[in-house]
């Protein structure tokens, strides 16, 4: 057993949660400043995106120096007393580690530019005299881009991101001492970015992810966590198939990883009665997520025709029906923190923000918005500053102007707000964790259109159907998503019952 196995973490994308410096820029100093906040919400632990130095090519996931705060967030300082902090406040913290690619900037790649073709320092990652193979950059277009003595590196990001060599063993070490440092400061554990991608075959088809030599890496990776007696865990950030996704989960490599076929599955009960199904199939603590900052937010995606599209596209196709999707997102709440294992919130999903789908196309920062010649908006419709308190923007966020500006018709789902509705999603969400079913799983018989089963002697049932159904014997409602009509469940809604 270990505390990630029913551990409720909450997503901090830290320049888009609190301001506690009025640069319009979310940082440590705001985090701070809103404990009391998450510590009401009822969460285990939080999960911080990148708060290293980074140029911010791709909002941190550029770093250049994996053992400092970038000053926009903070200083190592700060950083060590919140997960001091946090921990006073009964909160675990799990940091971001970006261990495929650094930034163009980080000293390594600076010397390795510097001292030319054939060098050693060159040898830290992938540099040719041309491209060796067609490979696309995830943002769009060539992997491959070209430096100024004529040689080419690898980058399966933003060019500012080129690609370690995992081969090396100067490589390897670096990022030991990496976890050790941040062990050392008391985190909980790791989100491993592009936890795939770290050992490359150059010359095959798709040999950038899941090549067998990165499981090596995993397992001298675990024996490092074990040396601490806090349990301290990995999270891999792993798009793959559900068959190489078990190998990451064997016991001496990864805790867990984001369960992502979940979070793309349609809003089906046929689908994700499967996705379930396959997700407990696996010998490895399960992991229930529904959004996070590179997806479009799920009140916004279940008010889409299809709901598992994931991206903002260009407008046509991609009309939502918020009031659909909040209802629905609602019910998937209930859904995800009724399921057995570890439960993932992305900030600002407990307030059941919407996909920012009209920003201001000159103020977009994602990579992908220039990278894909401006047909993809990118993620910044996700990433828009929280809404805190008051009627107008920025709502409590920042004394500044907020980076990304935010709807005025966010007055009403502002935390403030929300936490005096014993509507809203933000007190379905605090109740919700409040009652969380612990006990065992089984499916409970029911029709195509609803899921039903028991954890212990709390019965969970999702309505997918169009008609409102007859609820099981029961003694209590605990919770449901939207109210009852003449004691059935309606469509598109949740329930937890006392049954015991
Ligand atoms: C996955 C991260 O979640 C995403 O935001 C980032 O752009 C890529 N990895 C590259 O680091």
């Not at 971001?96 to 930034?103: A, F, G, L, R």
């Not at 991101?161 to 490589?171: A, C, K, M, R």
């Not at 601490?228 to 190489?244: D, K, N, R």
């Not at 969970?460 to 099981?472: A, D, H």
Request: glycine residues 8%; contains cysteine; aromatic residues 12%.
């Amino acid at each position: 057993m270990s505390w990630i196995d029913n551990a409720v973490i909450y997503q901090i994308y830290p320049r888009s949660f609190a301001d506690g410096t009025g640069d319009g820029i979310g940082d440590i100093a705001g985090i701070r400043s809103r404990l009391p906040y998450l510590a009401e919400l009822g969460i285990d632990a939080i999960w911080l995106s990148p708060w290293y130095t980074s140029p911010m090519a791709d909002a941190g996931y550029d770093v250049a120096n994996y053992r400092d705060i970038d000053p926009l967030f903070g200083t190592l300082a700060e950083a060590t007393s919140f997960i001091a902090d946090a921990h006073a406040a009964g909160i675990r913290v799990i940091v971001d580690i970006v261990p495929n690619h650094c930034s163009s900037q980080h000293p390594d790649f600076l010397a390795a530019l510097a001292a030319g073709p054939g060098s050693p320092e060159r040898e830290l990652f992938h540099f040719y005299d041309e491209p060796v193979n067609d490979w696309q950059s995830h943002f769009g277009g060539s992997a491959w881009t070209q430096v100024p003595d004529g040689q080419w590196y690898l980058h399966m990001f933003d060019p500012g991101q080129p690609d370690w060599n995992w081969e090396h063993p100067h490589v390897r070490a670096d990022f030991e001492a990496t976890l050790k440092f941040w062990l050392d400061r008391g985190v909980d554990g790791f989100r491993i970015d592009v936890a795939n991608h770290l050992i490359k075959d150059l010359h095959a088809e798709g040999g950038w992810v899941d090549q067998e030599g990165v499981h090596e890496i995993y397992r001298s990776w675990r024996k490092i966590l074990s040396g601490y007696a806090h349990e301290p865990v990995f999270v891999g950030e792993l798009w793959s198939e559900p068959s190489a996704l078990a190998k990451y989960l064997r016991p001496d490599e990864l805790n867990t990883a984001f369960n992502f076929p979940f979070l793309i599955a349609s809003w089906e009960a046929s689908a994700l009665r499967e996705v379930i199904d396959v997700t407990l199939a696996v010998p490895a603590t399960p992991t229930w997520v529904l959004s996070n900052h590179d997806v479009v937010r799920d009140v916004t995606r279940y008010g889409r025709t299809a709901t598992e599209h994931i991206w903002i596209m260009p407008p046509t196709g991609w009309e939502s029906d918020l009031t659909l999707g909040t209802r629905r997102a609602r019910a998937a709440a209930l859904l995800l923190l009724g399921l057995p294992g570890c439960a993932y919130i992305y900030q600002g999903e407990e307030l059941g923000l919407p996909e920012v789908e009209d920003l201001p196309r000159e103020l977009l920062q994602d990579p992908r918005w220039e990278r894909s010649g401006h047909t993809d908006y990118g993620r910044d419709g996700c990433r828009v500053p929280l809404p805190w308190s008051g009627t107008a923007p920025p709502f409590g966020f920042s004394s500044g102007e907020p980076w990304l500006p935010q709807p005025a018709s966010w007055a009403s789902l502002t935390a403030e707000a929300q936490a005096a509705d014993p509507t809203s999603m933000l007190s379905l969400y605090r109740a919700a964790l409040r009652h969380r079913p612990s006990g065992p799983f089984a499916w409970l018989a029911s029709t195509p259109d609803v899921l039903s089963f028991t954890r212990g002697d709390i019965t969970c049932l999702v309505n997918f159907g169009s008609t409102p159904v007859e609820l099981p014997p029961h003694q209590s409602v605990l919770l449901s998503s939207t109210p009852l009509v003449d004691g059935h469940l309606p469509t598109d809604t949740s329930i937890w019952l006392h049954t015991p």
